[in-house]
């Protein structure tokens, strides 16, 4: 029978909207889980839960909305609990009633929306389960109810406080008015950017239900920080809500961060409302701005007065804020919440004393974020994390929860920090990432040139066949000769080390020699494309300055004006005369090639790089993927892209031998096809646009000699891994990555055919002789999963940018993550460090983009296009009109 029904308040709408959207989703579905270790009388424990559920109206409460203008809560005068006693007892038997049981849930319209299970361990040993639905009351009622439940069934002499029912605090509700709230909620929620986002795992979660984590906080650091809060007149819960902002901040790399934040609501509405059994809470947006370079203390001061000035407006229902907001009405405002309270419920009890503090108390709750956070105070703390395991994967929860521990120690370590300082990596993840998958030296000859191992390679194998193309073909000896000959010109002409010499050929035989004369000369080549924009052409050759230029008689004409000199290349292929005696090298540290890139302030740059940082790539890669004899590698990749570097000369130090794929032959899959299968390639590369295209051609699958393809240029998605293993059963695919500025690739990874979307391909570990660091604003090495810049380091850090010396400045930089501090490049890439020890690359920080592989920076465009005297006069008319 009904004996009372009034309105709902607080967070009852919400919850009784979660219920009807998902009513087996176990979200705001909490169990008491009681350990007792004692004999339990079943009897007397039902008629303890009887009298309660008499005393209490809360606990006799279902929830009415069809036929009514207004849902409503019902108070029934018997809805009695089931006490049963379930009939398996082990702990399997107890989680898998655990799940059941809350994937049961309850009928939200049908009263007791409470049950009790009791598990029968062992005579003396018993676990109680309280299940019940988070709409008939809060945190603070739980424990009311089991103190008084328990002191009915200990037979224990308690004085029963008259509380008040939980509708006299709906009843003041019922009267609030929210109006006066809106001018605060909309100045507070004003611009926020969207919902901050949830720290995002790896691939996509595939499990359902929720995980709970948790992790106890030392009693020292709990301490520390207990003192910090009191030394700057600040709670431990703004303390929390500090770390936990951090955490959002630095996993999102937002500054302006929300999450949902629990307050008890009890203060400040009617008299006894601390000992009401009821649903008083309310979950109100915390909007933080993380402001790196205050000090602790003084931005928690900040975080304090945010929490404090919601007191006033502390009931205001959310959908009220959310209107409020600039947020449209499906967008939640906030994906995460916490809650800090000062005892966990078990230390709550167990404070009782007497026949409690033998009991163990343990809460599973269940709200409708996909993360939650829970930290109990105490000597120590309790730190607890709960994900939606469809939306987070535990491996994921249990890191947030090491990560929100480390903000917390490096709090208590360093209160007088400022808030960048404060750390959220570990002494021995910071090992990890720094050092221990950065453990990558090798010892190579230190003096080794590209010229020295060719030469080496020459007096291995002087008859093999050194490089073909569609005319003519040489082996080691000759191309050797041939170059030689052209070298000592090249000398005769004034190069030498440092000197950089301009190549502008098309793909030949021809192009392969005039290359490794220049090295073989001492100087550095500078690919000059011939199908580039003549514009483009005279940039280069001026900002080179290069005193000799390289080229092919139909080619010469064609070129702008300049004023080096120019050597023809036509009949290089038979150049005998003047072979002489092998010059003097050049050195480990002399340019071997410069090549252009494009410039976000509309200049190309060219990236110059050392014989040692390309000499380590080869040798790395020929350590790794082992080319002999009978391999065969294509040449296909124009020359002014640095894939090309390793194309030339790997081949050239290994003993292969080189397939110049024809001019233009790059874009042609079916040309590709047809000198892959004649000349029977092993091992080529693709940018992944290319590769798809390539794949998509049926007759890629001929291409059966291929052995080894590697990828790079542009990120690989999974679908084209899928493609090429469904084509080439028998090749193997790789993943290459790094920028021209430090000769070609720095990271590698084997793609096995199992990656599949949403997974991302990752670029892999460091090759030899290499770091890779992921860095935050303030240079610090960010934990595994956290997003930040990619920095390169080691030998293969090229000389930095031609004639551009503040640009070479700000790309290189030194930077002190690892001791001794060590020249570093600023890729520009967005990066984050995955549990294996590998890197997955996340895009761009800047505006540069890819297209075919080819790096664009659309500001080089964007001058472009404000030059032409076209646009320029529509620029100065459209600034006429302008009032
Ligand atoms: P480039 O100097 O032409 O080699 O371009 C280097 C840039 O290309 C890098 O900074 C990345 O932005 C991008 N890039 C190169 N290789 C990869 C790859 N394997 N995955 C994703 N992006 C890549
Ligand atoms: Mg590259």
Known sequence: ??????????????????????????????????????????????????????????????FSWEGVAEPEQVVHDAAMPDVVVHPGADDSALRAFLAEDRTRGFDLAAAPLQRVTLFRFADAEWVMVWTFHHILMDGRSFPIVLREMFAEYDGAAMLVVARRPFRDFVDWYTTRDFSGAEGFWRERMRGLPGATPVPAGFGEPNATGRGWHTRMFAAEPTAALERFAKANKL???????????????????????????????????????????????????????VKPELTLAAWLGELRETWRSLF???????????????????????????????????????????????????????????????????????????????MIDDETAVRLLGHL??????????????????????????????????????????????????????????????????????????????????????????VGPGVLVGVCAERSVEMVIALVAVVKAGGAYVPLDPDYPADRLAFMIGDAAAPVLL????????????????????????????IGTELPPPSAGDPAYMIYTSGSTGKPKGAVNAHSGIVNRLLWMQGEYQLGASDV????????????????????????????????????TGYLVQVMTERGVTVCHFVPSMLRAFLADRASATCVALRDVMASGEALPPDVVAAFYAALPGARLHNLYGPTECAVDVSYWACPPSVVAPQVVPIGRPVANTQLYVLDEGDEPTPVGVPGELYLGGVQVGLGYHGRPELTAERFVVAAVQAPASRLYRTGDKARWRPDGTVEYLGRLDFQVKIRGFRIEPGEVESAVLAHPGVREACVLAREDEP
């Open 235 to 289: 709670t431990m819960n703004n303390v929390i809500q500090g770390a936990w902002s951090l955490l959002l901040s630095r996993h999102s790399g937002e500054t302006d961060i929300a999450f949902g934040a629990t307050r008890a609501c009890r203060k400040g509405t009617i008299e006894g409302a601390d000992d009401i059994v009821g649903m008083l809470i309310n979950t109100l947006p915390v909007r933080v701005q």
């Open 551 to 578: 080229t092919q008689g139909h080619i010469a004409p064609t070129l702008p004006p300049h004023g080096a000199t120019v050597v023809l290349l036509d009949d290089a292929a038979t150049f005998t005369d003047n």
């Open 633 to 668: 590698v294509l040449q296909k990749t124009p020359f002014s892209f640095d894939v090309s570097v390793w194309e030339f000369f790997w081949p050239l130090i290994a003993g292969a031998s080189l397939v110049m794929a024809k001019p233009g032959g790059h874009r042609d």
């Open 312 to 390: 006033d407006v502390e009931h205001t229902p959310l959908r009220l804020v959310q209107r409020w907001s600039d947020m449209s009405a499906n967008a939640p405002m906030f994906d995460t919440s916490l809650v800090f309270e000062n005892l966990t419920l078990d230390a709550t009890l167990k404070a009782e004393g007497g026949a409690m503090a033998s009991r163990d108390f343990y809460l599973l709750g269940g709200t409708n974020f996909p993360l939650t956070a829970l930290v109990f105070g105490g000597t120590e703390m309790t730190l607890q994390v709960d994900n939606d395991r469809s």
């Open 405 to 494: 521990a480390t903000l917390l120690e490096s709090m208590a370590a360093h209160p007088e920090a400022t808030v960048a300082e404060i750390s959220m990596l570990s002494a021995a993840e910071r090992e990890l990432v720094v050092s221990e998958w950065n453990a990558t030296d090798v010892a190579y000859p230190p003096d080794a040139t590209l010229v020295s191992l060719m030469v080496q390679q020459v007096s291995r194998t002087p008859h093999a066949l050194a490089v073909r193309d569609e005319r003519t073909s040489l082996t080691y000896a000759e191309l050797d000769s041939c170059a030689r000959a052209l070298a000592r010109r090249l000398r005769s002409l004034g």
């Open 1 to 62: 029978m009904r004996v009372a029904s009034y309105p709902l308040a607080a967070l009852q709408p919400a919850m009784v909207v979660n219920h009807l959207r998902a009513p087996r989703s176990g979200v705001d579905v909490v169990q008491m889980v009681c350990t007792l270790h004692e004999a339990v009388d079943v009897a007397r424990l039902r008629a303890a839960w009887e009298t309660v559920t008499a005393r209490h109206g809360a606990l006799r409460t279902s």
